[in-house]
């Protein structure tokens, strides 16, 4: 199959207008220059490699919409895949929590929920349209959760993990006050009982038992069954230095550009949010993603929880600094792929998966189609069959007149 009249974003240069060829999944060849009798016509639209998301948190929602509120899993789990490969993600990590038993943002993560998310997406793999995996996010002061972890690990069902604590006072809540206020807010409560709770957390985290030893201990499993480990929301220079001597390549969400630079020098990858990006501050206060790709410590991004953001996010990154799209692509596709060991996807090249995103950038970022293996997983309509090709560009005009 032949896609052709597209601007192909490949890993170290961008064709103005090509084209390229896909066969049995893979694709077979790429040329500068348009061909004759291709299947589709892009009409001039962006081919870029599909979206690899390291962390997404949007399973939970899906599946407790409300508070109490569930919906059979399978359903909301299916929901989602629909919506992520509307997004250009085709392979997605979903980041699922294992913190105890608890209400976080109006949504269930309890070590028995988390489990019964894994089960079901595990079973449900060769219907979805996105590649699943799991990221197991764990909450290094609930040690109870390791012998699941490890149970999951042995397994196979983990391909991630990321070592998080979010008690207030350090980490992404380092502003307890800022973090207070967010509580009341969420929770609608004074500001004297949010004190309240939150106190109690910070107490809360004395006596959890020998952390230290749990991650020890985790961390040598996981290395051993090559599941890669990341860091979350590193504050200072020795928690960086900490995570990294357990084995951590990822530093997630760094909180502070010292942070940042530090897991750097060690040799990790950096990862922030899409949202962040897209926004240009993060939600609670910390590093904005903008900071970090303009001081060249940003090596990915992920959805985090908003999956339409990385489109945009990463078009608006490409006018910040050297590199334009080439470099700005690259944060969800061939430097996530590079970091979870992906060895066949995340660029545009002969012999890769053929894992592609059609997209628009005016009048707003929009993606129009994506492919897995050279499979059409969502299309909304408006990509053209090659012999259609001119009208498909009038219409695309007029309706960019439309909408100005």
């Given at each position: ?47 870029l490699p599909g979206f690899i998301d390291m962390h997404g948190d949007m399973v939970e929602r899906e599946v407790e919409p409300r508070i109490g509120v569930h919906v ?99 980490g992404q809540y380092r502003d307890v006050e800022l973090y207070i206020a967010r509580i009341a807010k969420e929770r609608g409560m004074s500001v004297a009982a949010a ?31 090559g599941i890669v480990l990341a860091s979350h929301d590193d504050d200072t220079l020795e928690k960086v230095e900490l995570v990294h001597g357990l084995g951590a390549m ?155």
């Amino acid at each position: 199959m032949w896609l052709s009249e597209f601007e192909i974003v490949l890993h170290d240069r961008v064709i103005a207008c090509g084209a390229l060829r896909i066969e049995n999944g893979r694709i077979a060849e790429i040329r500068d220059e348009p061909v004759e009798q291709a299947d589709i016509s892009g009409g001039g639209r962006l081919l870029l490699p599909g979206f690899i998301d390291m962390h997404g948190d949007m399973v939970e929602r899906e599946v407790e919409p409300r508070i109490g509120v569930h919906v059979p899993m399978r359903i909301g789990i299916a929901e989602l895949d629909k919506k992520l490969a509307s997004c250009g993600i085709t392979t997605a990590y979903a980041a699922l929590s294992f913190i105890g038993a608890s209400v976080t943002s109006g949504v269930l993560r309890s070590e028995d929920h988390t489990t019964t998310i894994i089960d079901t997406m595990t079973a449900m793999k060769s219907y979805l349209l996105v590649d699943h995996r799991i990221h197991a996010r764990f909450e290094v002061t609930f040690t109870p959760a390791v012998p699941m972890l490890q149970k999951l690990m042995d397994a196979g069902r983990l391909h991630l993990i990321s070592l998080m604590d979010h008690t207030p006072g350090q980490g992404q809540y380092r502003d307890v006050e800022l973090y207070i206020a967010r509580i009341a807010k969420e929770r609608g409560m004074s500001v004297a009982a949010a004190s309240e709770v939150v106190g109690k957390r910070m107490a809360g985290r004395e006596g959890q038992g020998d952390v230290l030893n749990a991650l020890q201990d985790l961390s040598a499993r996981a290395r051993a069954r090559g599941i890669v480990l990341a860091s979350h929301d590193d504050d200072t220079l020795e928690k960086v230095e900490l995570v990294h001597g357990l084995g951590a390549m990822i530093s997630e969400f760094p909180v502070t550009l010292e942070a940042a630079r530090e897991a750097r020098r060690l040799g990790m990858h950096t990862a922030m949010g899409a949202p962040n990006a897209l926004r240009g501050e993060s939600y609670s206060g910390n590093l904005s993603a903008r900071e970090a790709y303009e001081a060249g410590l940003l090596d990915m991004l992920a959805s985090d929880y908003h999956p339409a953001s990385i489109l945009p996010a990463i078009l608006g990154l490409a006018e910040l600094r050297d590199g334009g799209l080439v470099a700005a692509a690259a944060l969800t596709s061939a430097n996530p792929a590079a970091a979870l060991g992906l060895t066949d996807r995340g660029a545009i090249e002969p012999g890769l998966l053929a894992d592609l995103v059609v997209a628009d950038r005016q009048p707003v970022p929009r993606v129009r189609a994506t492919f897995r293996a050279g499979r059409m997983i969502y299309g909304d309509g408006t990509l053209a069959p090659a012999r259609n090709a001119q009208q498909s560009q009038v219409e695309r005009a007029t309706a960019g007149l439309e909408l100005l």
